[in-house]
């Protein structure tokens, strides 16, 4: 912490110090007419709080029909038709050794399923297979669209496509068309970040196990290719709020005994440097040094930051947000409920949301809740000391719900749906919306 010391230096004081005039320096008040100023630094103190410091209030939640505080922006998609692609491995020779190489197909033992299996795949062989968007992210106001090419193992033939959406133009940027049997590219971990494709990606034995991976980074312009991480084990990659990368080394995957060994990317400086991000929340627009954690011996959650540590009294949660002024967290289980620590007032706001409002990010001075069931879903901006819930959309089906670059997104849906039986169901989904949040003036 810093603070300033104001020091008047005055001639009368000076003549009691017992200096003659001609042997006493110079001094800037004695030139300027004005105070000294000097600059002490006092050093953090590290701050330790429990949950029983604060006040604890209970606000329930107030569906209200004013005007909200934040603005719901739509970028409505221009017609978007990817084309049809044949997969490279569909056009070999024996491109069923692809499927018989699978750990599900070597594991049938009924010799008739495995017949119809192989009359099913060759029929389609030669099929062009129309390409589906299965993830899209946004990086300035540009958005990326990843699109599969490949239905049924979903690695060997995909595409990025960027959207301008200033123009509304779209292109292809990127394409992938793979022959490797035991490759791993995984297209739904692509992530971009300052128009660089950053791509996981790797080799593994006849057995599935991985013999090696890494971190593709792409320069969508030029095109030019650089490994940034390389490892032996499965990896994940996650874009976070500040537009940073999330790298996750899995180790024993698939087995009880697995572990996460997690490492930050900064896209800006090109480096690496591993983290502690127990419990980390993906939707959370903190830095990586904050984590909740639990003690030894202890059941309950502490949120640890570089200037303080919260002994939250609660077992198992999501941090939304913290900072010097509030911490923010979401339980949600069988009852969702959302916490906030109010440093500033010392209270402790509580507030019981619905069974299914699962989903949560911080967004200025509130917080954006959805519903975790992504079908016919609403959305509202809550304010938690006052217990006001602000509608934000109705009734929708989205996807992509994410924290990234001091806003909140999502993206909207349009379903077709059909009855049979009296049962009305979903037949197919498209995008149709990329929406997210921006502050009033």
């Given at each position: 912490m810093k603070y300033t010391k104001i020091i008047a230096v005055l001639s009368a004081l000076t003549l009691l110090s017992g200096c003659s005039e001609k042997e006493k320096p110079e001094s800037s008040s004695e030139i300027t007419?004005?105070?000294?100023?000097?600059?002490?630094?006092?050093?953090?103190?590290?701050?330790?709080?429990?949950?029983?410091?604060?006040?604890?209030?209970?606000?329930?939640?107030?569906?209200?029909?004013?005007?909200?505080?934040?603005?719901?922006k739509r970028y409505v998609f221009p017609e978007l038709d990817f084309g049809?692609?044949?997969?490279?491995?569909?056009?070999?020779?024996?491109?069923?050794?692809?499927?018989?190489?699978?750990?599900?197909?070597?594991?049938?033992?009924?010799?008739?399923?495995?017949?119809?299996?192989?009359?099913?795949?060759?029929?389609?062989v030669d099929i062009p297979q129309k390409g589906v968007a299965e993830k899209i992210q946004r990086d300035g106001n540009k958005l990326y669209v990843t699109v599969n090419y490949d239905r049924i193992f979903n690695v060997y033939e995909w595409s990025m496509y960027c959207i301008d959406m200033d123009t509304d133009k779209v292109s292809e940027v990127y394409t992938y068309s793979g022959l490797e049997e035991q490759g791993m590219f995984w297209f739904w971990d692509a992530a971009v970040a300052d128009n660089v494709l950053y791509i996981p990606n790797g080799q593994r034995d006849e057995n599935g196990n991985?013999?090696?991976?890494?971190?593709?980074?792409?320069?969508?312009?030029?095109?030019?290719?650089?490994?940034i991480f390389e490892s032996s084990t499965d990896l994940s990659l996650y874009k976070l709020p500040d537009g940073n990368l999330l790298i996750s080394?899995?180790?024993?995957?698939?087995?009880?005994?697995?572990?996460?060994?997690?490492?930050?990317?900064?896209?800006?400086?090109?480096?690496?440097?591993?983290?502690d991000m127990s419990n980390f929340s993906y939707n959370s627009p903190v830095d990586t040094e904050t984590y909740l954690?639990?003690?030894?011996?202890?059941?309950?959650?502490?949120?640890?930051?570089?200037?303080?540590?919260?002994?939250?009294?609660?077992?198992?949660?999501?941090?939304?947000?913290?900072?010097?002024?509030?911490?923010?967290?979401?339980?949600?289980?069988?009852?969702?409920?959302?916490?906030t620590f109010d440093f500033t007032k010392m209270e402790h706001y509580v507030t019981e949301l619905n069974s299914n409002m699962g989903i949560g990010a911080s967004f200025g001075e509130g917080i954006v809740l959805a519903n975790s069931?992504?079908?016919?879903?609403?959305?509202?901006?809550?304010?938690?000391?006052?217990?006001?819930?602000?509608?934000?959309?109705?009734?929708?089906?989205?996807?992509?719900?994410?924290?990234?670059?001091?806003?909140?997104?999502f993206t909207e849906m349009t379903d077709e749906k059909t009855k049979e039986n009296g049962i009305e169901y979903t037949v197919s989904s498209e995008y149709s919306a990329f929406c997210w949040l921006e502050r009033k003036d």
């Open positions: 007419g004005e105070p000294v100023v000097e600059d002490v630094t006092e050093e953090n103190v590290y701050k330790t709080y429990n949950c029983d410091d604060f006040k604890k209030i209970d606000v329930p939640w107030n569906e209200t029909d004013s005007e909200p505080p934040v603005e719901l049809e692609k044949i997969s490279a491995y569909m056009k070999t020779d024996d491109p069923f050794r692809y499927y018989a190489n699978d750990s599900y197909y070597n594991s049938l033992t009924d010799e008739n399923v495995k017949k119809q299996i192989y009359e099913d795949f060759m029929a389609n991985v013999i090696q991976s890494c971190i593709t980074a792409i320069d969508l312009d030029t095109k030019e290719e650089n490994v080394e899995v180790s024993d995957s698939g087995t009880d005994n697995f572990s996460y060994n997690r490492l930050e990317y900064d896209t800006k400086a090109k480096k690496i440097t591993e983290k954690e639990k003690p030894e011996n202890s059941r309950k959650l502490d949120l640890v930051t570089e200037n303080y540590r919260l002994s939250t009294g609660i077992t198992a949660a999501e941090l939304l947000f913290a900072d010097e002024n509030r911490v923010v967290l979401l339980i949600a289980s069988d009852k969702n409920i959302l916490h069931y992504i079908n016919d879903a609403d959305v509202y901006y809550f304010i938690p000391d006052l217990g006001l819930a602000f509608t934000i959309a109705e009734n929708i089906h989205y996807e992509n719900f994410s924290a990234y670059n001091d806003t909140v997104s």
